[in-house]
């Protein structure tokens, strides 16, 4: 069964969704008056892990013996973009909702990697439900906060 994710990347992956769903509660909570620092603790962590997509983006394009540049240039963005996004205010709508998406149109870059042959057949039933689910908790998380 190649098509199946591993135990182990399910459930490392779905565990990277605890603190993103323990930040949108505490907001939803209003625990204490923690809404908008959870917020920016969920927008901080969601660009860390859309800068990781980007480090594993790369790791796939090297797998080709020459790796095309254009998808050496796309996995740098998601770094770039996460460090274009960090500093501004946590609390706003906008860098959350403008992160939520890049996050959910990573998966078309997930995608092409996949068609091109450099992923595990396993690799979209992964992300998918990792990508909306991160994406979903960061935009409800800020939503509450505001």
């Known amino acids: ?7 182990a ?3 490392l992956g779905s565990a990277g969704l605890i603190p993103p769903a323990i930040g949108a ?5 209003d625990a204490g008056g923690f809404g908008s620092t959870a917020a920016g603790f969920i927008l901080i962590y969601a660009a860390l892990i859309f800068s990781f997509l980007g ?19 796309i996995a740098v963005v998601p770094s770039l973009a996460a460090w274009a996004i960090l500093p501004l205010r946590a609390s706003e709508l906008r ?5 939520a998406g890049l996050i959910i149109a990573s998966l078309a870059v997930d995608w092409l990697l996949f068609r091109r042959g450099l992923t595990p057949r396993w690799w979209l039933k992964l992300r998918a439900p990792l990508s909306v689910g991160l994406a979903a908790l960061l935009a409800l998380t800020v939503w509450w906060a505001r």
């Open 25 to 29: 509660f505490v907001a939803f909570q």
């Open 9 to 11: 990347a399910a459930l």
């Open 55 to 73: 480090g594993s983006w790369w790791a796939f394009a090297c797998r080709e013996e020459r790796p095309r540049w254009w998808l050496l240039v």
């Open 95 to 99: 860098p959350a909702l403008t992160l």
């Open 1 to 7: 069964m190649k098509n199946r994710v591993p135990l």
